[in-house]
């Protein structure tokens, strides 16, 4: 009796642990998608691809009550053509924006000065419109 009521407990403390490593968008592999942008979600956190960039956001992305969260990661502009021999830097940039039915708006501007990189709209399972710019 003891060691089923002990197993039970493990069973269920696995299963907390899985779900809160588990990001707000969904499980690793999960895939959003709009115009111009797709976004992955990999154990590290976040990965996204723009026509002319990529960005990251190093932890799992968290969403409050009202489906709204804002967080930091890296934004890398691409340029068509030859890669400079240090690549191109990425920039420290804010991820906003809210979730709600499947459907992420999504704004992204430089932590340092403000610019506005982009507003996007992505749906949960679509595999985004990307035509990279090389």
């Known amino acids: ?3 089923v009521l002990l197993a039970t407990i493990c069973a269920l403390s696995l299963e907390v642990q ?3 490593s ?3 968008l969904g499980a690793t592999g999960t895939v959003w998608g709009g115009e111009h942008v797709k976004l992955e979600i990999t154990p590290e956190g976040p990965t996204l691809v723009f026509d002319c960039a990529t ?3 190093a932890k799992p992305l968290r969403v ?3 489906g709204d969260f804002k967080t930091t990661g ?3 502009r691409e340029r068509p053509g030859p890669v400079m021999r240090d ?3 990425a920039v420290v940039a804010t991820y906003s924006g809210s979730v709600q039915n ?3 708006k999504l704004t992204i501007t430089s932590s340092a000065g403000g610019e506005n990189f982009g507003d996007y709209v992505l749906v949960q399972g679509k595999p985004g419109h990307v035509v990279k710019c090389r």
Do not use: E
């Open 1 to 3: 009796m003891v060691s």
């Open 102 to 104: 499947g459907t992420m």
């Open 55 to 57: 960005g990251t956001i």
């Open 74 to 76: 890296t934004f890398t």
């Open 87 to 89: 690549g191109n830097p």
């Open 22 to 24: 588990q990001s707000a």
């Open 18 to 20: 899985a779900q809160s």
């Open 64 to 66: 409050d009550a009202q």
